[in-house]
């Protein structure tokens, strides 16, 4: 069974800084690619970022030079950096496989709030 959980969200001011975690069993970050999706206030969920087996990571284009997608394969564990916040960042952060698979059961996420 595989689980995921998201951690190290909080409010933070336009500008800051926030470091995701997510934890993962019954799954191999190192072997499969893992992204990490926001999902808005009324807003479908999205994709902003996904790292591959061998390291590669990509982001969408509201989150470049500001994101980084990382992960550690002794702990299991895939991060995301997110410098520069702006309140537009402010959605419910998820973990999960690239691309989503239905048989994964989705975390519970971690609130990110970006105001003054």
């Known amino acids: 069974q595989v689980q995921l959980v998201e951690s190290g969200g909080g409010l933070v001011q336009p500008g800051g800084s926030l470091r995701l975690s997510c934890a993962a069993s019954?799954?191999?970050?190192?072997?499969?690619?893992m992204g990490w999706y926001r999902q808005a206030p009324g807003k479908q969920r999205e994709l902003v970022a996904f790292i591959t087996g061998d390291g590669s990571a990509n982001y969408v284009d509201s989150v470049k030079g500001r994101f980084t997608i990382s992960r550690d394969n002794a702990q299991n564990t895939v991060f995301l950096q997110m410098n520069s916040l702006k309140p537009e960042d402010t959605a419910v952060y998820y973990c999960?496989?690239?691309?989503?698979?239905?048989?994964?059961?989705w975390g519970q996420g971690t609130q990110v709030t970006v105001s003054s």
């Open positions: 999960h496989v690239f691309p989503k698979r239905l048989t994964i059961p």
């Open positions: 019954g799954i191999s970050v190192s072997m499969s690619p």
